[in-house]
């Protein structure tokens, strides 16, 4: 099946540092989403970008909705151990929502040494 | 402010038994979906429903059978369990109006033996 490519896989940083990570596909997206997940829970979503060329921040948090509309990213800024988890990126086809099927990539796990 | 509530959180089953995994939103969504995630692969899509009586297949459908019959609750059903089952399985939920965010359960944590 789809899915998108996200990328780095993993990531080991210290506090204080920024973080960025990507997802590219070779199809268009109309919607990109940005979730986290931490240990034991569903995902939760950081960011929303729903127009080609967007960039919408979220406190520390920034994404970027690529003007292809084959790819995002998210940048942390100054990083923080509560930063920990899974990012996800997801996209939507549909913009107008009539199906709702999200696709996500394989997530990129964060670790925060303080 | 329940949200999307699954049950049970915890799951180990013997090969070969079958089982049914609960999912229930408060929201009066539209759509619901099951994922399944497994190390390095994300979230993968299971089946997904845009309303009551609606369901369809995402991308690995194998295995499992879901139905839709009202709209709060969108059961996930596996009738004979297989190792490579073995998995966390979420189910989101958002509505078809607008762009808006899914709304993720926390989880089904299933191991098959």
């Known amino acids: 099946g789809q899915q998108l490519n996200q990328s780095p896989q993993s990531m080991f940083i210290q506090e204080g540092e920024d973080v960025s990570m990507n997802c590219t596909s070779s199809s268009i997206f109309n919607t990109w989403l940005w979730y986290k997940q931490e240990p034991g829970e569903g995902p939760v979503l950081l960011i929303a970008l729903y127009k080609a060329g967007e960039l919408t921040s979220n406190g520390r948090l920034t994404a970027q909705f690529g003007i292809t509309r084959k790819d995002s990213f998210l940048n942390i800024s100054a990083s923080i151990p509560s930063d920990v988890g899974i990012y996800f990126c997801?996209?939507?086809?549909?913009?107008?929502?009539?199906?709702?099927?999200?696709?996500f990539g394989q997530g990129t796990t964060l670790q925060v040494k303080p | 402010n329940a949200g999307v509530t699954q049950t049970p959180k915890f799951q180990v089953l013997k090969t070969g038994q079958s089982m049914t995994l609960q999912c229930a939103q408060d929201m009066n969504h539209e759509y619901m979906s099951w994922y399944r995630q497994d190390p390095g692969m994300g979230l993968r899509l299971i089946h997904y429903s845009v309303g009551a009586g609606i369901t369809d297949q995402g991308e690995v459908p194998n295995g499992y059978n879901v139905s839709r019959s009202t709209t709060e609750d969108f059961p996930l059903r596996l009738l004979s369990a297989a190792p490579s089952q073995t998995s966390v399985y979420f189910c989101?939920?958002?509505?078809?109006?607008?762009?808006?965010?899914?709304?993720f359960g926390q989880g089904t944590r299933l191991t098959v033996v």
């Open positions: 989101a939920s958002k509505t078809l109006v607008g762009n808006t965010e899914a709304f």
């Open positions: 997801a996209g939507q086809k549909d913009g107008s929502g009539n199906t709702g099927k999200l696709i």
